[in-house]
């Protein structure tokens, strides 16, 4: 039990060092090909599994990834599910190859999700003004999402800078930048210039 001014905590702690990741993923594998999805949520957790090496960690992460495209693409997985995977896959691959996976994962249309949102939004509403706002709003939660995982908790203001913004364009890119940022610091400096302007 931890105390602090703000309060007391108990934290658990989960030991994954004891599983194996890729005997994991392949056990997932078989029961997808039996149409039996129930393991999914699991699929977030896999590239902490084990004790491999930094590169095996990657290797396994990337699987992930890979296995859940397939998936989202046949509609059989959830956006929100492979965005999640997609973040806690962040500090395991190289930025580079990050990169290169999430621009293959844009190919299929990765905001589809919001589009949907911001189309189904409109016709509830009758107008065109909610589907542009319902894919603003899902690229924006996607992107405080990503921000929350790699760095915790916002200062208001970047949460209120980022709410401010109307134009989906740049808001995609700000996601862009967020997956590449190394800290907050660096994140809220590109922030501030879009903010500016």
Sequence with gaps: MNRTPSGTYTPIVIDLSERNGFAVLNRIREEIRSDNLSSLMELVFVPLYGKETRLQRSQ???????????LYIQGRLSVRLLAATFIMANKMIDKNRLNDLWEEIQMIDIIEFAKTKGLQEGIEQGLDQGRKEGLEKGIRDMLLDALIESFGVLPTHVSEKINAISQTDTLRSLFRVALKSENLEQFSGMLNQVTLH
């Design 60 to 70: 396994l992460a990337e699987e992930v990834i890979r296995l859940e495209k397939d």
